[in-house]
């Protein structure tokens, strides 16, 4: 699906999420848009203290920019960083 064609935003509560959830230590967004999303719906009703936030290269395949290879290894990193085990 493109980016282009979402029409309705709506958040998921975040704020229940991580307070259910505080040892998570890395929210990881697969492209620019879903970063804006999050910075745009969520964000603002948040008053409790975040975990890392990391755009990533979007995994869609219309997102050409990067090769396969290299959005992989971007998504290990970042896991890796945050302490999951990657194979």
């Excluded at 890392?52 to 960083?81: C, F, I, M, V, Y």
Aim: hydrophobic share 45%; net charge positive; glycine share 6%.
């Amino acid at each position: 699906s493109l980016d282009s064609a979402i029409r309705a935003e709506v958040a998921n509560d975040f704020g229940a999420f991580l307070i259910a959830h505080p040892r998570l230590r890395l929210i990881a967004f697969n492209g620019a848009k879903a970063e804006q999303s999050f910075c745009r719906h969520a964000l603002p009703g948040l008053g409790i203290a975040l975990p890392e936030l990391r755009r990533l290269p979007s995994t869609s395949p219309a997102n050409a920019s990067q090769g396969e290879s290299a959005k992989l290894e971007a998504w290990r990193t970042a896991l890796r960083d945050a302490g999951v085990a990657v194979t």
